[in-house]
């Protein structure tokens, strides 16, 4: 199986900040590679697929980017209501598996 | 609008088997793969498998390969889940979510709300 390693796990900042959030593959996946954003008690919410796509109604803020084994997800000035976990997620062959997570905190 | 419900909290235990149900609304529920997904407490998230609701065929992580069933009934849009041989292990919120629908992508667009399953003695 792919092993998919997030860093941080616990990532401090404040509104308007830019942060970014790493996501590291055990082996190289291409592009494809998906951003999720989960809130404590709710559902995950797909906000990037193919590494840098935007999912449709995710604000412009969030970016995502590389290839192979290195990814990065970017918050450019964060809101309020981006404090959440944050996932990445790879699909190249199955198990399609996730990162650890990573908690945004104020 | 599309939607995923998926049936109420589940206390079970051990040795005895759960089973989910997912019911799809707003879109044709056999154009789209249906996925199931697992959170353990405090956790990360772990995918356990797919069901095409057109064919009925199924892909299962080999972790859960002996041990889950996934079904659907198309005639009330609805797949299931149902996992046999619990241990406090597999307590967790079971996900079932859709599958985009863009070519090579298994990633996922609507997840249902999600059933916390217990499993305790």
């Known amino acids: 199986d792919i092993q998919m390693t997030q860093s941080p796990s616990t990532l401090s900042a404040s509104v308007g900040d830019r942060v970014t959030i790493t996501c590291r593959a055990s082996?190289?996946?291409?592009?494809?590679l998906a951003w999720y954003q989960q809130k404590p008690g709710k559902a995950p919410k797909l906000l990037i697929y193919?590494?840098?796509s935007l999912q449709s109604g995710v604000p412009s803020r969030f970016s995502g980017s590389g290839s192979g084994t290195e990814f990065t997800l970017t918050i450019s000035s964060l809101q309020p209501d981006d404090f959440a976990s944050y996932y990445c997620?790879?699909?190249?062959?199955?198990?399609?598996?996730f990162g650890q997570g990573t908690k945004l905190d104020i | 609008q599309v939607q995923l419900v998926q049936s109420g909290a589940e206390v079970t235990k051990p040795g005895a088997s759960v089973k989910v149900s997912c019911k799809a609304s707003?879109?044709?529920?056999?154009?789209?793969?249906i996925h199931w997904v697992r959170q353990a407490p405090g956790q990360g998230l772990e995918w356990m498998g797919r069901?095409?609701?057109?064919?009925?065929?199924?892909d299962y992580a080999q972790k859960f390969q002996d041990r889950v069933t996934m079904t659907r009934d198309t005639s009330i849009m609805t797949a299931y889940m149902e996992l046999d041989r619990l241990t406090s292990d597999d307590t967790a919120v079971y996900y079932c979510?859709?599958?985009?629908?863009?070519?090579?992508?298994?990633?996922?667009?609507?997840w249902g709300q999600g059933t916390l399953a217990t499993v305790s003695s």
């Open positions: 707003g879109y044709t529920f056999t154009d789209y793969f």
């Open positions: 997620q790879e699909y190249t062959t199955q198990p399609y598996t």
């Open positions: 082996q190289s996946i291409s592009t494809w």
């Open positions: 069901i095409n609701p057109n064919s009925g065929g199924t």
């Open positions: 979510a859709r599958e985009v629908i863009t070519p090579g992508n298994v990633v996922f667009d609507y």
């Open positions: 193919q590494a840098s």
